[in-house]
């Protein structure tokens, strides 16, 4: 069973940065496509960026788009987010999930396997 952990989220002012990771233990991280998604209160969960299970391929939401880096270390199994220019409306809960390696999805009812989140929270 493939377990998530994220890690690295925090408080930080508007224009800052933070770079979030997700450890992935259980099975092997190669094999499957990861993303992250974000929650924000009394807000349906979001999809904010896919990766294929090669690192070649990325996908943004647009609001993140120029801001924020999705990227993926195979041989330390961990994901990672960097996060540049935040905003205020980045505030929310940041999970990552996993999914199995040809998905390449933005619903998370497609994403079976979930991390517990990390809360970013970004002061004006």
């Known amino acids: 069973q493939v377990q998530l952990v994220e890690s690295g989220g925090g408080l930080v002012q508007a224009g800052g940065s933070l770079r979030l990771s997700c450890a992935v233990s259980?099975?092997?991280?190669?094999?499957?496509?990861m993303a992250w998604f974000r929650q924000a209160p009394g807000k349906e969960r979001e999809f904010v960026a896919v990766?294929?299970?090669?690192?070649?391929?990325?996908s943004y939401t647009d609001s993140v788009k120029g801001r924020f880096t999705i990227s993926r270390d195979n041989a330390e199994n961990t994901l990672y987010l960097q996060m540049n220019s935040l905003k205020p409306e980045d505030t929310a809960v940041y999970y990552c999930?996993?999914?199995?390696?040809?998905?390449?999805?933005?619903?998370?009812?497609?994403?079976?396997?979930w991390g517990q989140g990390t809360q970013v929270t970004v002061s004006s």
């Open positions: 259980g099975d092997t991280f190669s094999k499957y496509a």
């Open positions: 999930a996993a999914a199995g390696k040809y998905t390449f999805a933005v619903r998370p009812a497609l994403y079976p396997y």
């Open positions: 990766i294929s299970w090669t690192g070649v391929s990325t």
